[in-house]
């Protein structure tokens, strides 16, 4: 895949990524996970509602949820715990997407620093980077519990930004979810990719 100026920017002076459905095609095996989850402890939850809600930490989703629903009683802690224990048994099958990763072999080969601004944790972060060879590739990894205020805010992104030694603005942004593009968008940084738009992107299937 050639990677073209408008998905690397020729001033861009460092590279920042979303993991799930960005770096790595994690997507349809979170959904399962939420999909079992919910049904186990009785919380409606549609497709259309996980897209919405990529990348909010899983414990944010369940409280909006249950509040929508009017639902007491549930376990958050519970639930998270059983969610991630579905979801971690399918890491060893996750893959990166080809696409995004032109992009930072493209960004390594040119001596940029990069680095993943993820709503997930550090550990299926880390080892899902792991287990594909890509942890060595990021400077700095961030994940949930580096930072306090969840996308859209941009706290993980200018977090990510300090940590690579780039300013804001000479940092480009990659992102599958409308919630991470607003908090690239509200970082300030040079330009915000919507990776879904990348030739060849996998199409979730739900």
Known sequence: MTVTVDLLPADAAGLIFDCDGTVLDTMSAHWASWDVSC???GIAMTPQQFLHFAGK???EIVRILCQEQGLTGIDFDAFIAYKRTHFEASLSQVKPIAAVLAIA???QRRGLPMAVASG???KHVREGLRVNGLEGMFKAIVCA???V???????CFLLAAQQIGVAPELCV?????????EAIKA?????GIDVRDVPGYPQLVC
Request: hydrophobic share 30%.
């Open 120 to 122: 997930g944790g550090h």
């Open 105 to 107: 072999q493209e960004g």
């Open 187 to 191: 970082a300030g940084f040079l330009a």
């Open 145 to 147: 519990e580096d930072y």
């Open 57 to 59: 930490p899983g414990p």
């Open 173 to 181: 942004g990659y992102e599958d979810a409308m919630l991470g593009l």
């Open 149 to 155: 205020n969840s996308k859209p805010a941009p706290d």
């Open 39 to 41: 049904q186990k402890f």
